[in-house]
């Protein structure tokens, strides 16, 4: 069956619930849909990538779903499961709310929250997609 695939990079600042200070994330996914056909019903692909969190994580291998539904459901949503430095299971979840009033925006900008596999909020996170990265984006873009 004829899927897809891409490569994405975002990044920014994540703040800890404890109060802590602003600490730099970035994160490096490839979105792989074995099926377009699959996708079109659906819209869900997996993630796979690495993960740094300053404080928290450093290079970890991620595993994770993202929700592609910007025309009807005006939303993108990430799901990314790691380990953290310290061993513990983590997940980091983030929607982008696509307008089209404002798209550029609202596609480029990811609020996300981390917490632990018991749903219990660890930090904050603001990522941003860097638009001088768009020509790689695209390119990586590839059908198979």
């Given amino acids: 069956m004829l899927g897809f695939h891409f490569k994405e990079t975002m990044r920014g600042n994540w703040r800890p619930v404890d109060g802590g200070a602003e600490r730099p994330i970035e994160f490096t996914v490839v979105a792989r849909a074995a099926s377009l056909f699959d996708h079109v019903r659906d819209k869900m692909a997996t993630l796979e990538g690495t993960l740094n ?12 779903e993202l929700t ?3 025309l009807f459901g005006k939303l993108i949503r990430y799901v990314i499961d790691f380990t953290g430095d310290d061993g513990t299971a983590y997940k980091l ?4 709310d696509v307008r089209f009033t ?10 996300a929250r981390i917490t632990r596999l018991d749903g219990s909020e660890v930090g904050s996170a603001l990522l941003f997609f860097d638009k001088r990265d768009l020509p790689r ?4 873009f590839r059908l198979g």
């Fill in 68 to 70: 592609i539904d910007p």
């Fill in 93 to 96: 979840e983030g929607q982008k």
């Fill in 137 to 140: 984006f695209l390119a990586s």
């Fill in 53 to 64: 969190i300053e404080g928290l994580v450093h290079g970890a291998a991620v595993k994770g």
């Fill in 102 to 111: 404002d798209l550029l925006h609202t596609m480029t900008t990811l609020p």
